[in-house]
């Protein structure tokens, strides 16, 4: 069994991957007003994602977030495990099923890891993102450097 140790930063304490170690999970609040401040800044102004009539009127439970906001949360988590951005070398994800965000509600986005593989400069992760026990990224996967 290989162990690395790792220093994070913005972190006091020593860390230690070891293939198929659960990672701490961090849970992401997405609502409404996320939804509108994520449009504004992407440009992404679908109304599937802010008008709750429409977007049942394509078929959709209810407004969705972002796939892109879905993703890039779980690539926040990613960086903070790696300590730092830069250490991303590698990050995928199918979307699987949306994240539904009714009105005046905050909905929960769980981002978990398991750490698939040790390598001697690299770690490759195996990411899990769901809300509410529903699986919103497929195939979540990451390499991040030592």
């Known amino acids: 069994m290989r162990r690395i140790h790792l220093v994070h930063i913005g972190l006091s304490r020593m860390s230690t991957f070891v293939a198929g170690q659960e ?10 007003a996320k939804l509108v401040e994520y449009a504004n800044a ?41 300590g730092d951005s830069s250490k991303v ?21 769980i981002v978990s890891a398991i750490v698939a593989e040790v390598q001697s400069d690299s770690v490759k992760l195996e990411i899990t993102a769901t809300s509410g ?8 996967k990451a390499l991040i450097s030592l």
């Open 89 to 109: 070398r590698e990050f995928s994800a199918r979307f699987t099923k949306p994240v539904v965000v009714p009105a005046q509600t905050d909905v929960e986005l």
């Open 42 to 82: 992407s440009g992404d102004h679908n109304p599937i994602h802010q008008d709750e009539a429409f977007a049942k009127s394509v078929g959709l439970e209810n407004v969705i977030a972002h796939g892109m906001y879905t993703m890039g949360l779980a690539g926040q988590y990613i960086s903070e495990i790696a």
């Open 133 to 140: 026990d529903v699986k919103v990224l497929g195939m979540a």
């Open 23 to 32: 990672l701490a999970p961090k849970t992401f609040i997405i609502n409404r």
